[in-house]
């Protein structure tokens, strides 16, 4: 038998209708959300997501402010832009697309948004409050896999899950996301040993490498729920195609369900930005928030 495929494209459309309705509920109170984008460079991946995140972002009905910056940007100046941003009442979300050129240190840039502001939930405020269990901004990465992965389960409480890799992006925010639903988790990384066994051991595997097809057939439990976060451009012939860190091929004759790449994590980051930025704006504004 294979796996179940869970359609994280379809999944996002729904979380992007829920959005689109409390921001028609917003509207009625004549409170628009506002997510600011800001790209420094000319990245191609990082041009692509930001046009996706800008087109989404209105399809919503909410307002989407882009700034486009010079490589040669001095730090002084994109801080001095968040500034304005974190001052400005028509923006509720804040995000710098990552990576930023070399001269510019990311850390401060990160440190500088305003906490209530930061969609992305990467400043450390947001990081310790999610660490200590209070409510916090969530990383759009590793929320749109616990979304999947709730309405796969239901509750992941007992469940063993192994998170392959250890980032501030996506690792570790996820491996804390599981830990606050009680599943038991693992973190596993490069200096990891017998990897393989270890994520034999998963009832839920969470793929967040950044290598090709790493994880095969053979490192899965029969029946666990997959998740595969990476998003690797591979040689196709004359052309590229985009695969994840799981073999899919031979992932899918053992796993129970398994996520796509793509249409898998992609789409349903985009939606947990959008629904972020509700929530950000809701806050601001003193109201309840979307469940
Ligand atoms: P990083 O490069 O920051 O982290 C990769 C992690 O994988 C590190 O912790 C590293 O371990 C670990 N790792 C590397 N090689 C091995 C190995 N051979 N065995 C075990 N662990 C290993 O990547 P990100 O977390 O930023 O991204 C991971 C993937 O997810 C990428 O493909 C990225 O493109 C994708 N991604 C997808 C998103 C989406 O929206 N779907 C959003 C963000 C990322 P160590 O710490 O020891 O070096």
Sequence with gaps: MTADIIDGKAFAATVRARVAEHVSRLASLDITPGLAVVLVGEDPASQVYVRNKGKQTVEVGMASFEHKLDVNTSEADLLALIERLNADPAVHGILCQLPVPDHIDADKVLAAIDPAKDVDGFHISNVGLLATGQKAMVPCTPLGCLMMLRERHGSLSGMNAVVVGRSNIVGKPMAQLLLRDSATVTIAHSRTRDIEALCRTADILIAAVGRPQMITGDWIKPGATVIDVGINRVPN?????????????????????????????????????LANTVTACCRANGLPEPE
Aim: a negative charge.
């Design 237 to 273: 012939g004359e052309k590229t195609r985009l695969v994840g860190d799981v073999d899919f091929a031979s992932a899918v004759e053992v796993a129970g369900a398994i996520t796509p790449v793509p249409g898998g994590v992609g789409p349903m980051t985009i939606a947990c930005l």
